[in-house]
């Protein structure tokens, strides 16, 4: 569970990019430079709107993962043993990365469609 949680190189790697995207958009505010995140930042980023409208931080961090490090969407096989999903703290991290997945697949579906010639 929670264990390997904390020890999953994929997570360091999320938090790493949430980071980063967290101080870009706090620099020169009071709060620039953070040095690191808890887990229960992915909560917080949850609930954050970013500045694309519907879309929260941690959607947006997700998104900028899928082009970037998609490696990362894996990070379910780095803990096999965790809890169920809803006491699981990465709850709004999996809802935000299934949402991209399907929105993915449907965008694929409509490529392939419009390359046969059956645009939709």
């Known amino acids: 569970g929670y264990a390997e949680l904390a020890a999953s190189p994929r997570l360091m790697r999320l938090l790493q990019h949430l980071l980063a995207i967290v101080n870009f958009l706090n620099a020169r505010t009071p709060i620039e430079g953070a040095a690191g995140l808890h887990v229960e930042a992915l909560g917080l980023a949850a609930r954050t709107p970013s500045n694309v ?3 929260s931080l ?8 899928l082009k970037t490090d998609p490696d990362i969407l894996l990070l379910e096989d780095d803990t096999p043993h965790a809890q169920h999903p809803l006491l699981h703290p990465l709850h709004p ?3 935000a990365l299934a949402s991209l997945r399907s929105e993915h697949a449907a965008a694929a579906f409509c490529l392939s469609q419009s390359r046969q010639g059956d645009v939709l």
């Open 93 to 95: 991290l999996e809802e």
């Open 53 to 55: 409208p519907g879309v």
């Open 58 to 65: 941690l959607h947006y961090t997700a998104m900028h993962i």
